[in-house]
C-alpha cells in the first residue's frame, strides 16, 4: 500500500506560481515584441528575495514558457509582428489570414500546442533517458549534425531555384554570424548583446516593411478546421516528439524542425499543417529545453 503526504500550503504556494507565472505568458505571447525570457529573467532576479523554494520559481518560468507558445500566434497572424519562434509561421498564418481562414489558423495553433503539452508528459522520461545516453557521441560529432541538417533543409527545396536560394541564404547568414557576434556594442543595458538588433532586423524590420504595402485584414469566416484529425493529430504528435529532441541539441531550431517534420507526416499538410507542426515544436521545445539544458 502506498500512502501519499501532501502540504496544502505548499501546494497552495506552488500554485500561485504557475499561475503568476500563466499570467506573464498571456501577457508576453499577446504583446508584440515582448518574450517569456523577459519575465524569467525578471523572476530569476528577484527570486532570491521570494520566500520559498527556487523551484517554485522555476516553475513559473516553465509554465510562463508553456503559456506563451501558445498565444504568440495571435500577434504573429493578426498583427503580422511575430516573435523569433514564430516568424518563420508567419507567411503560411498570413496566407490562411488573407484567405479569411485566420481564426482557424490560430486555432491549429492552439491544437498543435495543446497535443504537444499532452504527447510531451509520457514522453518526457523516455526522451530524456535516450537522448542523455546518446548524446556523448552527438556532441563529438555535432558539427557534422548541423551540417548534414543544413543540407538536408537545402536538398528538402523543390526546384533548383529554391535550392540554391537556400544555398544563398545559408551562406549570407552564416557571413553575417561570423561578422557581428563577436561585436560587444555599446548599449544602455549590458543585455542581449548584438542579438537584440540583429533579430530586430531579422525578423521584425521584414514583416513590417511588407505590412506597409498591405491593405489590412480582410473579412475572416469560420473558424471550423479543414484539416483531417488523423492528420492535424500525426503532424502535433510529430512535432512535439521533434521539439523535445530539438530541446537538447544547439543550433536547431523549432522552424528547422518542423521543415523535417513535414517530410514525414503522411498526406499533403501545406499550411494547417506547417502551423500545426511549428506550434507542437515550439511548446515541446519549451517544455524539455530547460530539462535538457540542465542534464547534459
Known amino acids: 500500500m502506498v500512502e501519499f503526504v501532501g502540504d496544502p ?9 504557475i499561475l503568476a507565472g500563466s499570467a506573464l505568458g ?34 513559473g518560468m516553465l509554465a510562463a514558457g508553456v503559456v506563451h507558445t501558445f498565444l504568440n500566434a495571435v500577434p504573429a497572424m493578426a498583427l503580422g509582428v511575430p516573435d523569433a519562434e514564430m516568424a518563420v509561421t508567419a507567411l503560411p498564418g498570413h496566407r490562411m489570414v488573407l484567405a479569411g481562414r485566420g481564426y482557424e489558423a490560430i486555432r491549429l495553433s492552439a491544437l498543435g500546442s495543446l497535443l504537444a503539452v499532452l504527447v510531451a508528459i509520457p514522453l518526457a522520461v523516455p526522451i530524456t533517458w535516450g537522448v542523455t545516453a546518446a548524446y556523448p557521441t552527438i556532441r563529438s560529432n555535432l558539427s557534422l549534425l548541423l551540417a548534414a541538417v543544413v543540407v538536408a533543409l537545402i536538398a528538402s527545396e523543390r526546384t533548383w531555384r529554391g535550392r540554391a536560394g537556400g544555398a544563398l541564404s545559408f551562406t549570407l547568414a552564416a557571413l553575417l554570424g561570423a561578422a557581428t557576434l563577436d561585436l ?34 480582410p473579412p475572416q469566416e469560420s473558424a471550423t478546421i479543414a484539416m483531417p484529425r488523423w492528420l492535424v493529430g500525426a503532424t502535433a504528435v ?26 514525414f507526416v503522411p498526406g499533403d499538410a501545406g499550411d494547417r499543417g506547417y502551423i500545426v507542426a511549428t506550434s507542437g515544436v515550439d511548446t515541446a521545445n519549451t517544455i524539455f529545453a530547460p530539462t535538457g539544458k540542465r542534464r547534459i
Open 9 to 17: 500550503g505548499l501546494a497552495l504556494h506552488l500554485l500561485a506560481w
Open 26 to 59: 498571456t501577457l508576453s505571447g499577446l504583446v508584440p515584441g515582448l518574450h517569456a525570457n523577459n519575465f524569467a529573467l525578471l523572476l530569476a532576479g528577484i527570486a532570491p528575495a521570494v520566500p520559498g523554494p527556487p523551484l517554485f520559481v522555476g516553475a
Open 184 to 217: 560587444s556594442p555599446d548599449a544602455p543595458l549590458e543585455a542581449g548583446g548584438t542579438l537584440a538588433p540583429l533579430f530586430a532586423g531579422l525578423f521584425g524590420a521584414p514583416v513590417l516593411i511588407d505590412a506597409i504595402r498591405g491593405s489590412g485584414i
Open 238 to 263: 510529430a512535432g512535439a516528439v521533434a521539439g523535445a529532441v530539438v530541446g537538447y541539441l544547439p543550433g536547431i531550431s523549432a522552424a528547422i524542425a518542423a521543415v523535417a517534420v513535414l517530410v
